[in-house]
């Protein structure tokens, strides 16, 4: 059981970025997904989660109306949309699975697999 993401970088304040999260597995698709990120020195926090269908999204306070969470099922992808980025976004995105059709989590516990992180830097 794998979780792979992907897609991070360098960019500019104001730029954009998509993570992807590849599955190794389909039974990943009848799971909610998540995104979390940790900051440098800092502890790991939630940033976005979307039910298996993709019919609901929940996202943290700090990225609402700049980041978008989407899946495709049939890839076994979930992708974050980060636009209008900002320096204090620089951290290690991490995308997670919970054992849940619909109750989303915003707490690390909450998700039982982990993908490995992928560094995004936004620089002012």
């Known amino acids: 059981v794998q979780l792979q993401a992907y897609g991070g970088g360098s960019v500019q304040a104001g730029g954009s970025l998509r993570l992807s999260c590849a599955a190794s597995?389909?039974?990943?698709?009848?799971?909610?997904m998540g995104w979390f990120r940790q900051p440098p020195g800092k502890e790991r926090e939630f940033v976005a989660a979307?039910?298996?269908?993709?019919?609901?999204?929940t996202y943290a306070e700090s990225v609402k109306g700049r980041f978008s969470i989407s899946r495709e099922n049939a890839k076994i992808t979930v992708y974050l949309q980060m636009n209008s980025l900002k320096p204090e976004d620089t951290a290690v995105y991490y995308c997670?699975?919970?054992?849940?059709?619909?109750?989303?989590?915003?707490?690390?516990?909450?998700?039982?697999?982990w993908g490995q992180g992928t560094l995004v830097t936004v620089s002012s």
């Open positions: 997670a699975a919970q054992e849940q059709k619909l109750r989303v989590g915003v707490r690390q516990y909450d998700y039982k697999y």
């Open positions: 597995e389909r039974t990943f698709s009848s799971y909610v």
């Open positions: 979307i039910t298996w269908g993709g019919r609901s999204t």
